[in-house]
């Protein structure tokens, strides 16, 4: 964004133009704004609020009032820009949680919370059972280890008894 403000600016400041240097100022903002991509997740935050998107787009096909469809494009961009916000403190945590247990975790324990934090900034539904564990292949016997000693260094924290107990990812 920065590199598009100033774009513009020099644009408008050298003024090579009698009329239009705004016009032609914007469109070289924009064109510096899509040759280095930033973050953004606009093509999420619509997806998320695709019946509403679709909606915003008809009534304003309509008329010639884009009033409505503008608040509705800024708020989206908003949602885009909190979501890239929330993404990034993911990636953060992430990061933070394997510099924490870099030597604790061992293959198999480092297969499980890579496969938990997949599903990211969403979270891993429903938490790792026993079960779902076990999928890596281990016995019985090493699931119950494995995921005692994650607990034992607080890398999970446990909820319910026997067979209703799941495993979380402390990130904090």
Request: include cysteine.
């Amino acid at each position: 964004m920065v590199h598009a403000g100033i774009a513009h600016l020099c644009f408008e400041i050298i003024h090579l133009y009698e009329d239009g240097n705004g016009r032609i100022g914007r469109a070289l903002a924009e064109k510096v704004l899509s040759e280095r991509p930033g973050l953004t997740a606009i093509a999420h935050a619509i997806e998320v609020n695709k019946k509403k998107y679709y909606d915003a787009l008809h009534k304003s096909n309509h008329s010639l009032d884009i009033t409505k469809w503008l608040v509705f494009f800024s708020e989206i961009i908003l949602e885009a820009q909190a979501y890239i916000l929330s993404l990034i403190d993911f990636v953060i945590a992430k990061t933070n949680f394997f510099e924490k247990h870099k030597n604790i975790l061992n293959e198999r324990q480092k297969k499980a919370v890579l496969r938990m934090f997949k599903e990211g900034i969403e979270g891993f539904q429903g938490g790792l059972s026993a079960e779902l564990y076990a999928y890596y292949g281990t016995s019985r016997a090493t699931t119950t280890r494995d995921l005692a000693n994650l607990i034992e260094k607080t890398v999970f924290k446990k909820t319910g008894e026997l067979k209703s107990s799941r495993c979380f990812l402390i990130l904090s």
